[in-house]
């Protein structure tokens, strides 16, 4: 019989609670020293762990690989440092356009997005991103959502202009 201590169910309580504190203390907004800790205390529990945010600043302190998701599909995915430097889907560039940079002399760009979010319940069987995104062609309208593809350089995309389709 294990002993409580040694119960993976107990570790991944354990560890679920350690990464609901650090999340509350990053505020959302920046990551703090624990934050950094977060990936060495999954490493020593010997655990995985799901971290859902908007926020990539925090992220990257968190996670070894990324997965971005708009209205429920997987968009890109790919280890954090590639996926940040050479971010290819419209809505991956915009959530990394309205990362706060903490320099006053900073020029922010906007991201290259339009309208409002699309429709969340019974989508239609096109692109998810289709009425807001910058790059979307006639054959994105006529096609069903993308695939995750492999664009070679251990990223997966969806979209059919980053595939070279449209």
């Known amino acids: 019989m294990k002993t409580p201590s040694k119960s993976p169910l107990l570790k991944l309580v354990a560890v679920l609670a350690v990464f609901a ?6 505020g959302g907004t920046t990551p703090d020293t624990e934050a950094t800790d977060a990936p060495d205390l999954a490493s020593d529990f010997g655990v ?3 971290y859902i945010t908007h926020d990539l600043a925090v992220a990257r302190y968190m996670c070894d690989r990324i997965a971005v998701m708009y209205l429920g599909k997987i ?3 790919g280890e954090t ?3 940040l430097a050479n971010a290819q889907h419209p809505y991956t560039r915009a959530l990394l356009a309205a990362v706060p940079v903490p320099d006053p002399s900073h020029q ?3 991201p290259d997005i339009k309208g409002g979010i699309s429709k969340a319940i019974n989508p239609p069987d096109v692109c998810r991103f289709l009425d807001r995104c910058p790059i979307a062609t006639s054959y994105c309208e006529s096609n069903p959502h993308p695939p995750l593809e492999d664009t070679g350089d251990g990223a997966w995309v969806a979209s059919h202009v980053v595939a070279g389709r449209a």
Request: net charge negative.
């Open 21 to 26: 504190m650090v999340a509350a203390a990053c």
């Open 81 to 83: 440092e590639t996926l």
């Open 108 to 110: 922010k760009v906007e």
């Open 48 to 50: 995985s762990y799901l």
């Open 75 to 77: 968009v890109e995915v």
